[in-house]
């Protein structure tokens, strides 16, 4: 009987390593994103609540491993889930709701760990918590598009030359095409009809597109007119920092540019350094 209780004891400790092998081993293939709890202004916990709830929804769809803060207004210790402390996150996402002067407006980022700034924000002003419900998949499909492709599905960046990228772009968010010309120079063009002179350098593989015309309103369509005036007197030039997938079709990462939030056109609130994400596909020539 002792013979066959050691067999047995055995075999299930192997059985449990074999197991606790294969759940790292999935651990370090996937990406970890920190969950921090929305936090609240103005607005209800419910409402809240019921985005947090999406959020967690849409984020369970993605191949990755969630580490959730359990939100102070449930009255619980903050604590970690689904994973030991000892594993770190690739990513911090934070998000916010709050409720002024009858306009809710919903703020989410995606930071690294040790960020000093984050890799996608996003800032909306909206008539009800209800109208950030029906957008928010969109807005977390956007937040995880470049972190999570990178880590999961092994598309790994290759060495980017001036050579590899000359030609034409097809853009995205209110850019139409881009054109790269030789010796640091470039031209995007808007679907608002208008043109941006560009500059660019390459450092640590990363290209660093600059605007170079001044600025002008219909860089920020669609926001209103007046809006866009205000902004367009105010914003620094619009960045970009890209590297190239392994195809070297595409270029992918983060725009940086001046958003604005705003109830009406005299209460407008000007915020720098908003991030969201760029991909520019390569056109055949």
Known sequence: IMVV??????????????????????????????FEPLTVKGA???????????????????????????????????????????????????????????????????????????VFKHVSSHKSSSEIALSLRSIVDAALRDQNASKVTGVLPV??????????????????????????KGFAFFSSGVNMMLTYTIENNVLNVVQASPNNERYYYPLPLPVAKRVAVLADPIRWELTLTENGLLLKGKCISTAAEFVNYENITIIKNSYSAAEWNKMPR
């Open 44 to 118: 209800s916990n419910e409402e809240a609540l019921q985005l947090e709830k999406l959020m967690l929804s849409y984020l369970s769809e993605k191949d990755l491993i969630i580490v959730k803060t359990v939100p102070p207004r449930m009255s619980r210790n903050n604590t970690k889930e689904d994973l030991p402390e000892v594993v770190p996150p690739d990513y911090i996402m934070n998000s916010s709701l709050s409720y002024v002067d009858n306009s809710y407006t919903f703020e989410i980022d995606v930071n690294k760990l040790n960020g000093a700034e984050p």
């Open 5 to 34: 209780m050691k067999r047995f004891f055995s075999l299930t400790l192997g059985l449990f390593l074999l197991f606790s092998v294969q759940v790292l081993f999935a651990q370090g293939q996937k990406l970890i994103l920190q």
């Open 159 to 184: 060495q980017i030359s001036r050579e590899k990228i000359m030609g034409l772009w097809k853009g995205d968010n209110g850019i139409e095409l881009v054109r790269f010309l030789p010796e640091g």
